[in-house]
């Protein structure tokens, strides 16, 4: 039971704690000066894309077969391919700061994080390997 406990409050508190940290980036980082408030929002938008992704990937990573392709590579390949994910959330949160800073519409702020994930995805090397695999993807 306490076990139990401790492993849901581990996931309660991994959200608040990304969110701490991409804030921090986004507002550290950039040699700007960016407003807490657009940080914090993009820090937001980072952490639950982040903590979506690392479900995503590990429910994915199962499906992948990478021990298959890449034998005793595997484990090397799917750390890459973590590093590639985290970076892209990274750097899209980065683009939540130009965007909130910059002005533009709500409409025109989904619109260009929309087209940087579909334009990461054709491009990514995870959409690469999921291609080659046997396993077919929904």
């Known amino acids: 039971p306490l076990a139990l406990v401790g492993g849901w409050a581990a996931r309660a508190v991994a959200p608040l704690l990304s969110w701490a940290l991409f804030t921090l980036v986004y507002r550290v980082a950039p040699s700007a000066g960016i407003p807490f408030g657009v940080a914090w ?3 937001l938008w980072a952490a639950l894309a982040w903590e979506a992704s690392k479900y995503a990937f590990v429910w994915n990573l199962g499906r992948m077969q990478l021990a298959t392709f890449y034998g005793p590579l595997a484990f090397a390949v ?6 590639y994910v ?3 959330v990274l750097v899209f949160g980065a683009g939540a700061v130009v965007a909130s800073s910059s002005g533009l519409s709500a409409q025109a702020h989904l619109l260009l994080i929309g087209a940087s994930l579909t334009l990461s995805l ?3 090397p995870w959409a690469t390997a999921m291609a080659s695999s046997p396993v077919h993807f929904m």
Request: aromatic fraction near 6%; proline fraction near 0%; glycine fraction near 6%.
């Open 41 to 43: 929002r993009a820090g």
């Open 78 to 83: 799917a750390l890459v391919l973590w590093a």
């Open 86 to 88: 985290s970076s892209v």
């Open 122 to 124: 054709v491009l990514s």
